[in-house]
């Protein structure tokens, strides 16, 4: 199975005849290209078009990140099983409001059933959350107005998200993960940075599932289709962040895995942003991990499937709604 390399380390990326290697004045460390899916740049890194040419036809993505350890951008490989007769449908279903708002809609309720999901077992184990369910489970009402638009189900999604982060001091009790208000860019505290860089890495690991169907990640069905380039990957992301990465949180938390020492207060012209150390990140990418590669039952499958597979057979299944074949739902899960 090819796993996702994440590197940490300041160097020059090179080809080595078949396989790669990342190298300094110090060391020289290669990695197995066939057992590569995705490569995760946290250092200072160099490389020149033959490595990439070299990445592009192995169909590895190259995913690099800035100076506080925040995603910037992802290098996409050439578009080698994308299908036309798919494209064409997909914009179609994003064209058409009414199609549009079905499966956006269907993605905001999959999401909130999920972050239902998540206060429901912690109120089953002690924590007082039957008052925020019930608001949630309100508003999630909204998303079957009949005469509701996309951007009503993303101020009704604000509003769920904010009773859902509410909870999170409930559920964690640490003073040095506060929540006190979400803010993303910068992120103003330790849980804010947190969400911001779990959430990125799944919608980056949402993106590399996308390559792998004959689906293009720049049309979206709930984020807007503009000059952002991609936004699929954006949309299916919602309805796992919740079962994935705030679950890896609160365990994460609430295990001591992680403590303030871990985050870093940085100053720049956006105010103090709050960053993640190199060891954060790598205790954070590997539990992480764990929980992508943890396996589940799934109806209809003769055998259990991972989180990561999850995200794919998510993919499917609207593939499938958008060619005819069968009427896309959205994964939820059974806690």
């Known amino acids: 199975m090819k796993k996702a390399v994440y590197i940490f380390t300041n160097g020059r990326l090179e080809r080595d005849q078949n396989t790669i290697m990342i190298k300094n004045d110090y060391i020289k460390k290669y990695i197995p290209i066939e057992n590569t899916s995705e490569l995760y740049l946290f250092g200072e890194i160099d490389f020149n078009t033959r490595i990439l040419d070299y990445l592009s036809q192995k169909g590895i993505l190259l995913h690099y990140f800035n100076h506080f350890g925040y995603y910037s951008g992802t290098i996409y490989p050439r578009e080698h099983i994308l299908s036309g007769a798919v494209i064409l449908q997909q914009v179609k279903f994003c064209l058409d409001l009414n199609k549009r708002l079905e499966i956006a809609r269907k993605i905001e309720i999959g999401k909130t059933e999920n972050i239902l999901n998540n206060l429901k077992y912690y109120n089953s184990r002690g924590i007082e959350l039957k008052d925020k369910i019930e608001s949630i489970k309100k508003l999630e009402n909204e998303f079957s107005v009949d005469n509701t638009t996309i951007n009503y189900l993303m101020l009704s999604e604000a509003k769920i998200h904010e009773i859902y ?92 895995m992680l403590n303030k020492n871990n985050f870093i207060r940085n100053k720049n012209i956006d105010g103090d942003i709050i960053s993640i150390d190199e060891n954060g990140k790598k205790i954070i990418l590997n539990e992480l991990e764990n929980k992508l590669s943890t396996t589940i039952s799934y109806k209809n499958m003769p055998h259990k499937v991972s989180y990561q597979r999850l995200i794919r057979l998510e993919l499917y299944k609207l593939e499938k709604h958008i060619l005819g074949d069968s009427e896309y739902f959205p994964y939820i899960s059974k806690w």
């Open 165 to 256: 982060y509410s909870a999170f001091d409930l559920i964690l009790k640490d003073e040095n993960f506060k929540f006190e208000k979400r803010t993303r860019k910068p992120p103003k505290n330790n849980i804010n940075s947190l969400i911001s860089f779990i959430n990125s890495i799944i919608y980056i690991k949402t993106l590399a599932e996308i390559y792998k169907t004959h689906l293009d990640p720049r049309i979206g069905y709930l984020h807007e289709t503009n000059f952002r380039r991609f936004t699929l990957n954006l949309d299916i992301a919602e309805i796992f962040k919740s079962i994935i990465g705030d679950r890896v949180i609160f365990k994460l938390v609430n295990e001591k």
